[in-house]
């Protein structure tokens, strides 16, 4: 009989082990649930906020109007700024690159206008076709043309850094000047800048809204003329007329 109910005993025993085992096992779902439980909610990420005197310098600069009267950054940038010297850095740049890209869709508009005329390096007339290609077909040519552009760029920006940057061996490394305003370096041939601060500030502000939408166009031209391989004004023509195939 001891034999008996020792050896039923014995064999309950994994039973009854097994049983608590498949009792206390979660499924994925309940791991997951006591998981999300564990962590409690999750706080979405918020905006960082643009610290107050950052944020009341940037709202003195030129450069906002409609449609956008408050200041238009949408990917929050101005919130990285460590200083109100970082921002004049931006604006700085800013400033630099509109001017450059207003330059140079002028010069890509008269570029591709003049080509297959017979005047300066393309006495000959064989400079042709989309801007994009111009400067590849002057140095074929064995005209000067990389030269004189390193050393005028050169020029611009010792006289650009000479008047709105602090010395270099000092401890503002990398900042402009105190005393500097930035994008007002001086050159002013034709005396077209107003006494009038409300003037002046106006017209900084044509000067931003037009920089920032000709560094757009000349990315568009850029982009247009790598895709068709024809010339802006001819893109524009074919859409005006109604083309198969008009640009981007």
């Not at 007339?125 to 801007?131: E, K, L, S, V, Y």
């Amino acid at each position: 009989m001891a034999a008996t109910m020792m050896s039923t005993s014995s064999l309950r025993a994994p039973v009854a082990r097994d049983a608590f085992r498949t009792s206390t096992k979660s499924s994925p779902a309940a791991r997951k649930g006591l998981r999300v439980l564990a962590l409690g909610p999750q706080a979405e990420p918020s905006k960082a906020a643009t610290p107050d005197d950052i944020l009341a310098y940037a709202k003195t600069l030129p450069g906002i109007s409609q449609p956008f009267p408050d200041i238009f950054d949408p990917a929050n940038l101005l919130s990285n700024a460590t200083s109100i010297q970082e921002v004049k850095r931006w604006r700085e740049s800013e400033i630099t690159h509109g001017r450059v890209a207003m330059l140079a869709a002028l010069g890509w508009i008269v570029g591709e206008f003049v080509a297959d005329k017979k005047l300066l390096v393309n006495s000959d007339g064989r400079i042709t076709g989309p801007a994009i290609d111009h400067f590849q077909q002057v140095e074929y040519k064995g005209a000067i043309f990389w030269e004189p552009l390193v050393f005028s760029i050169g020029l611009a920006e010792a006289w650009r850094i000479g008047v709105g940057w602090a010395n270099p061996s000092s401890d503002k490394f990398n900042q402009l000047r105190d005393d500097y305003s930035p994008g007002e370096i001086g050159f002013d041939p034709l005396g077209l800048t107003p006494t009038d601060p409300k003037e002046k500030y106006d017209l900084q502000t044509k000067e931003l809204n037009n920089g920032r939408l000709a560094m757009i166009g000349i990315a568009g031209f850029v982009a247009q003329e790598l895709v068709k391989k024809q010339e802006i004004f001819y893109q524009v023509g074919d859409t005006v007329k109604g083309s198969s195939s008009p640009p981007l």
